[in-house]
């Protein structure tokens, strides 16, 4: 075991191998408070990697209702289960990682779920904590009664925990990326990966006997074109680029780093899992802070805070407006006289968009008609 | 820890001819398990590879020639040098005989298991077994082998003995109640259907469709270097008795790069898996090198 450092956790922490980060690392912000959990994403996956006999139970992208959907099912109650409490200090976690608490014998402290568990990919769908008393009326958040919507796919961790687990070392994170990627060639079908991985995002394939995984469609990123379920996404919950390390000056002017760097308005998932995970939510607003603290960590509150600015924010705003609105890649992005300009890795500008679009005020009474005119979204 | 449970000596280096015909008809006769009748005799801490003339039945453990020569018991422990360590152990014994004919060499690896584990799925695992040799005069690590001096390693799987006998197992097989949708292969035939099977389409062995032989041949420097052999040689075949499994496999002593090449005295470890206990890879029992004299027919 080496000592490395995760700078979510605010220190060093224990992993299999030494620390080495990749030349850029790919990211990705997901907006939980945008998504209407439609799984277009889920099925613009499937339909361009794992619609193949054996896979039929693989979603690399699902999106389940939390607190109480799960894919598989009891996946995050099962993890913090077997990590116990852990508490933070001043942005420090004080607990043991999923490497730090291994038991003796093993390589990270895991579980193997069952074919039962994988059955279910929208167990609990919308199921909200609390009962609504008749007339209730919820008007501020936090809300009394809540669900939210949880987009998940490979979090191509900077310390993965199937990278870790693979005794054969079958996986492996790409210089170039950080994407991690299960080698096709090397794999025995051991589903170590499996059991190590915290947000069990590595799949057995039934049909070639080893194990898959979301490969961040690599093909893409390649050409400069971010993946299926981020340009399948009617909500415009998702951006992905590249974040900075933590050894290096957050960039102001990439919307990555500027989200999750500077502005801090979104978190990593269950950071105190210990894989440095590199999808980063803008926690939703309506949701029991208690909860959030235990998905997404301690920066909640200030999350929230800042997102609630963003209607005031223009540099902000803008950023939040370049989301769904290219298929490419921002390398960096600006605001300026109202519009939101992106820009690919050569500062070549890709998109442009208005922060504030036309707006047009429809009568609550058509006269033309001579009826009443209902929203109905 | 291991015995040879008879007196090797007492059996022709030619063949089988010398054993009397009593001993034949009482370990054949018992059945799957019916060695001790000849097991019990004497004991040494070595495995003898009997000479055998013309051919040895590697591929057949039911062979009566099995049966004519002493088993040998191995010990077994859980691995726990590596991690992912085996916690608990299922198999504590493996009955073991081998005979060789100066150009293969086969082993009869016998094991109880209450429980025939041939399927291949998520959290679902095989039984298995593997005998393994040194490639090299030099000692070497039993755990897989070192740097510079490779270990040869057969493994046998359950799941590649059903996809002998009873055809490719899929995913049907895991789960017969499924109801699968359209696949790549209904709408675009297989040839272009094959990047949608990585593993098949990179030529992974564990995918291979083609399967002709439910032994794989492998070479290891250390733990986690474990890689298939370029050329496989092997040949076998398990049979799952109804309380255990019975194994023949066998290989080529001719040697090669890698390979096993045939000594008069050498080594031999063993391993054993247990699907049903969650055993794959290092989670396994085995046994360290055991003593293996290797008879020839002109000695």
Not at chain 2, 216 to 236: H, K, P
Request: aromatic content about 10%.
């Amino acid at each position: 075991m080496a000592d490395v450092y995760n700078w979510q956790l605010g220190r060093k922490m224990q992993y299999q191998y030494e620390e080495h980060r990749p030349k850029r690392q790919v990211a990705y912000v997901f907006d939980p408070n945008k998504c209407i959990a439609c799984q277009t994403c889920t099925i613009a996956c499937k339909q361009t990697w794992t619609w193949g006999a054996g896979q039929e139970y693989m979603l690399w992208n699902n999106v389940e209702t939390k607190p109480y959907g799960f894919f598989p099912t009891g996946w995050d109650v099962m993890l913090m289960a077997l990590l116990g409490p852990g508490e933070w200090q001043n942005g420090t976690y004080q607990g043991k990682t999923i490497f730090e608490s291994a038991p003796q014998g093993e390589r990270v402290q895991g579980w193997l779920p069952g074919d039962e568990d994988w059955a279910h990919p929208n167990l609990g769908e919308d199921e909200p904590l609390g009962v609504a008393a008749q007339g209730t009326y919820i008007a501020d958040t936090p809300h009394d009664m809540w669900f939210h919507y949880m987009p998940r796919i490979c979090n191509h961790c900077t310390y993965p925990g199937c990278l870790a687990a693979c005794p054969r070392q079958a996986i492996y994170k790409r210089e170039e990326d950080g994407i991690v990627l299960v080698d096709q060639e090397r794999c025995r079908g051991y589903q170590e990966c499996t059991r190590g991985c915290p947000y069990k995002k590595v799949f057995f394939n039934n049909e070639t006997r080893v194990s898959e995984k979301c490969i961040a469609c690599y093909p893409k990123v390649e050409e400069g074109i971010m993946p299926q379920c981020v340009t399948s996404c009617i909500g415009r919950i998702r951006m992905m680029g590249f974040i900075s390390g933590p050894d290096e000056e957050p960039d102001p002017n990439n919307p990555l780093d500027y989200m999750i760097r500077v502005k801090k308005i979104a978190l990593p998932l269950y950071p105190q899992a210990g894989t440095e995970p590199n999808v980063y939510y803008i926690p939703p607003i309506h949701v029991e802070p208690s909860y959030l603290h235990q998905l997404f960590g301690p920066g909640v509150e200030h999350a929230i805070e800042t997102y609630s600015t963003t209607k005031t924010d223009d540099h902000l705003l803008g950023l939040m407006m370049l989301f769904g609105c290219t298929d490419r890649i921002l390398h960096s992005f600006e605001v300026r006289d109202g519009i939101a300009y992106g820009y690919d890795d050569k500062g070549e500008e890709i998109v442009s968009v208005p922060i504030d679009e036309p707006t047009f005020i429809r009568e609550y009474f058509d006269e033309v008609h001579g009826n009443y005119m209902m929203n109905i979204t | 820890m291991s015995e040879q449970r008879s007196d090797g000596e007492g059996i022709s280096r030619r063949g089988f001819i010398g054993l009397s015909a009593g001993v034949v008809a009482a370990t054949v006769g018992a059945g799957a398990i019916a060695v001790s009748a000849i097991s019990e005799e004497t004991t040494t801490d070595q495995l003898v590879s009997h000479f055998a003339e013309g051919s040895v039945p590697a591929s057949d453990p039911e062979d009566g020639r099995w049966q004519d020569i002493p088993a040998f018991d191995v010990a077994l422990t859980p691995q726990q040098m590596t991690t992912p360590m085996l916690q608990g152990i299922s198999v504590p014994t493996l009955q073991v005989r081998s005979m060789n004919d100066g150009a293969q060499i086969a082993f009869l690896l016998e094991w109880e298991d209450a429980e025939q584990d041939d399927i291949d799925a998520m959290a679902r695992f095989h039984d298995a077994v593997a005998v393994e040799l040194p490639t090299a005069t030099a000692p070497t690590a039993s755990s897989m082998g070192q740097s510079g001096a490779p270990v040869h390693i057969l493994q046998w799987r359950a799941s590649w003995q059903a996809d002998i006998d009873r055809g490719r197992q899929t995913v049907e097989d895991a789960f017969p109640n499924m109801y699968p949708g359209p696949r790549p292969e209904d709408l675009m035939g297989q040839e272009k259907a094959a990047v949608y099977y990585p593993g098949v389409y990179v030529g992974n062995p564990q995918s291979s469709r083609n399967r002709t032989q439910p032994v794989e041949e492998l070479t290891a420097i250390g733990f986690g270097s474990l890689a298939d052999m370029d050329e496989q040689r092997a040949v076998g075949k398990g049979v799952y008795t109804g309380a255990g499994w019975k194994v023949a496999m066998g290989t080529s002593m001719l040697g090669g790069k890698d390979r096993f090449a045939g000594a008069p005295k050498t080594q031999v470890a063993f391993a054993a898996w247990s699907g049903s206990k969650e055993n794959r890879g290092s989670r396994k029992q085995w046994a360290d090198w055991t003593d293996f004299r290797i008879e020839g027919g002109s000695a």
